[in-house]
């Protein structure tokens, strides 16, 4: 089967960087997605790591490495309104196209 | 242009009722997925549309469930006899491969609650 782990919570202060892990175990996957959820909302897409490498989309930044079996979300110049729940997701990890299997989640709460 | 529409928002049954839950995705995408969200959790893939075809159905639960996308665009999905464990968010999403990438789009979710 597929899992991935990440921290439940993670804190930190505006204005600051944090990056949250994300590990994984599965047998085969096309890349590796991110998606931000505020509380009450839905899932919206943040990154996506299809090679090994970063990829940088403003104050976000993704960054995968298969060999290691590991992927981050990197947030910089925090904000108020970042305060959300992080998910990693593996994609087509489980046979279907483009499925994703989700992460349990990080709980992004920054702090003024 | 508008985004992935989902209804009804809320959804209260009584046990052994049978539910239908709609999925308006974006126009134009061909995929259509559906997932079961828990509370603290995330999604938990059920079902994956590709136009028409249900190409894979390996995470419905039991024989309960069913979708359908019978013209390729709207989707529903089919609760029978429903029980108190199938309380969760329910939430659709669709999705346009670019470039060997598939960005997918949640919709706001149908929370249904099974009593």
């Known amino acids: 089967g597929q899992s991935l782990e990440q921290p439940s919570e993670v804190t930190a202060v505006e204005g600051a960087i944090v990056q949250i892990n994300c590990t994984y175990q599965t047998s085969g996957f096309y890349g590796l997605s991110w998606y931000q959820q505020h509380d009450g909302g839905a899932p919206t897409f943040l990154s996506y790591n299809g090679l090994d490498g970063l990829e940088e989309t403003g104050r976000f930044s993704s960054f995968l490495s298969r060999s290691d079996s590991y992927g981050y979300l990197l947030l910089q110049e925090l904000q108020m309104k970042d305060s959300a729940s992080y998910f990693c997701a593996l994609e087509g990890s489980s046979g279907s196209a483009r499925q994703l299997t989700f992460g349990s989640g990080t709980q992004l709460t920054v702090l003024p | 242009g508008a985004g992935v529409s989902q209804s009804p928002r809320y959804k209260v049954t009584k046990r052994g009722q049978d539910v239908a839950l709609r999925c308006d995705p974006i126009s134009g995408h061909v995929s259509l997925y559906w997932y079961r969200q828990a509370l603290g959790q995330g999604p938990e893939f059920l079902t994956y549309?590709?136009?028409?075809?249900?190409?894979?159905k390996s995470g419905l639960p039991n024989d309960r469930f069913s979708a359908e996308r019978p013209e390729g665009s709207i989707s529903t999905l089919t609760i029978q006899r429903t029980e108190q464990r199938d309380s969760a968010m329910y939430r659709c999403?669709?999705?346009?491969?670019?470039?060997?990438?598939?960005?997918?789009?949640f919709g706001p979710g149908t929370r249904l609650l099974v009593l």
């Open positions: 549309f590709n136009y028409e075809a249900q190409q894979d």
């Open positions: 999403a669709s999705g346009q491969e670019r470039q060997r990438q598939e960005t997918q789009y």
